[in-house]
């Protein structure tokens, strides 16, 4: 008696092992993805930093209170004026 064992696809999307055509996958969420991050570290009696990096190449270091918060508004600034972001997704930011 011979077993006979399951096969496997490799490499496939599975939509597509599945004949769904990619297009017609729902999407999950809303359709945003983030493209920009501020990172901020503020331990207890050490100096601040912050990090400001975008995926338009954007890449941003700060240390010290005042520094930091004039990062903090320059990353909010860049949310407006990025290159990767569509109007729509200015105007709703």
Known sequence: MTVARPTRTVGARKAVAEGV?????????????????LTLTAPRGATPTATSTCQCGRNLFAAGHRRVLALIDDHARHRTLCPLRTPQEGAAA
């Open 21 to 37: 055509p990619p297009g017609s996958v729902p999407q999950v969420g809303d359709g945003r993805r983030p493209i920009a991050w």
